[in-house]
């Protein structure tokens, strides 16, 4: 099956800096990867996806990249604010519809 | 329109009871997911239904889980003989592939589930 890694698991910045969070996948076949956010207690909602012919997506100020050859993908988020603050997921969909997510990043913007 | 809804939201049951945990997609959406989620965890796939076929069982961790979605629309969850290991969140989620190409999914609020 797909494994999915991601690294770190919490993170602090600086409110106005940058914030990055990489996923490694290992199925080549993976062909999706969304992240997500999830603040306490309440349900993940998609903030952002690429798709595994594109090699970077940008909105407004989160991006993320995508390396197929070394599979792994990143989240960059820039100029932070506290309401960045929360739980971010990565995912890799297989073939078939089956998504495997990573073990998220508690992402903290400290004011 | 209305999101992805689930009932109940929390669900205490003892162990050895039987729970069903329901999901109403968003209408009109084709697919819909359910994951499991432990505290401080990624969702983990449980199982993925096309309008009223299960296509993909294979996250189910044992014979005591069981989906169905019988008309297509409304999603049931049951557990048989809960253990305490099946304490989790549980969220259901729905995308339509109607837009072209679109794997977007739509979360539930999940059901938290506690097994005493």
């Known amino acids: 099956g797909e494994n999915v890694e991601q690294h770190p698991s919490t993170l602090s910045v600086q409110e106005g800096d940058s914030a990055v969070i990489k996923c490694t996948y290992s199925?080549?076949?993976?062909?999706?990867f969304p992240w997500y956010k999830q603040e306490l207690g309440k349900r993940p909602q998609l903030i952002i996806d690429?798709?595994?012919?594109?090699g970077e997506k940008k909105d407004q100020r989160i991006a993320v990249t995508l390396n197929k050859t070394a599979k792994h993908f990143s989240l960059h988020i820039t100029e932070t604010q506290p309401e960045d603050s929360a739980v971010y997921f990565c995912?890799?969909?297989?073939?078939?519809?089956?998504?495997?997510f990573g073990t998220g990043t508690s992402l903290t913007v400290i004011p | 329109g209305a999101g992805v809804s689930q009932s109940p939201r929390y669900k205490v049951a003892k162990r050895g009871q039987d729970v069903a945990l329901r999901c109403d997609p968003i209408?009109?959406?084709?697919?819909l997911f359910w994951y499991q989620q432990a505290l401080g965890q990624g969702p983990e796939f449980l199982t993925y239904?096309?309008?009223?076929?299960?296509?993909?069982k294979s996250g189910l961790p044992s014979d005591r889980f069981f989906a169905e979605r019988p008309e297509g629309s409304v999603s049931t969850l049951k557990i048989q003989r809960t253990q305490q290991e099946d304490s989790a969140v549980y969220l259901c989620?729905?995308?339509?592939?109607?837009?072209?190409?679109?794997?977007?999914?739509?979360f539930g609020p999940g059901t938290r589930l506690t097994v005493t």
């Open positions: 995912a890799a969909k297989r073939l078939g519809n089956q998504f495997y």
């Open positions: 209408s009109g959406h084709v697919s």
């Open positions: 239904f096309q309008n009223e076929a299960q296509l993909d």
């Open positions: 989620a729905s995308s339509s592939r109607r837009a072209l190409n679109s794997y977007e999914q739509y």
């Open positions: 690429i798709r595994s012919n594109v």
């Open positions: 199925d080549s076949a993976s062909n999706y």
